[in-house]
């Protein structure tokens, strides 16, 4: 039988994309389960961090419900660069930088400029994970 996987809080606020003091202020607060290490460090259990994952996925404001694509990235555009009929744009998606090239026309007409919200949808017949250390 397999161990439950527990993590540092460090570890598990990198996965989640907050500060460990904010996750501290959760677990305090009673918002998320936590033990103690026999060295005193905070842990959260693997699906404690995974249900409180769900829990942040919460919809992107302003689009549809009814939209197929599942993995939805709001960002703020960092940089466009526009060449010929293509446009190449960078956003930040909370900790993760997102590239996509889309054709100049369709980057002029949804006005991406730089500091413009935007979201990355993701759909891909092929994602490679790996398990962090």
């Not at 249900?51 to 549809?64: C, K, N, Q, T, Y």
């Not at 889309?102 to 490679?128: H, I, N, Q, Y």
Request: proline share 7%.
């Amino acid at each position: 039988m397999l161990a439950m996987a527990s993590y540092r809080i460090g570890d598990a606020a990198a996965a989640l994309g907050v500060s460990v003091d904010t996750l501290r202020r959760w677990v305090d607060a009673g918002r998320v389960p936590s033990s103690r290490s026999a060295g005193g460090q905070r842990l959260l259990d693997g699906p404690a961090l995974a249900e409180l994952a769900r829990a942040r996925s919460a919809p992107v404001p302003g689009e549809p419900s009814g939209h197929s694509a599942r993995n939805r990235l709001p960002g703020v555009v960092t940089q466009v660069t526009r060449d010929g009929l293509l446009a190449q744009v960078e956003l930040m998606c909370g900790p993760f930088r997102v590239v996509a090239v889309v054709t100049r026309e369709a980057a002029d007409e949804l006005g991406l400029e730089p500091g413009v919200l935007a979201v990355a949808s993701v759909k891909s017949t092929s994602v490679t994970l790996s398990c962090m250390p």
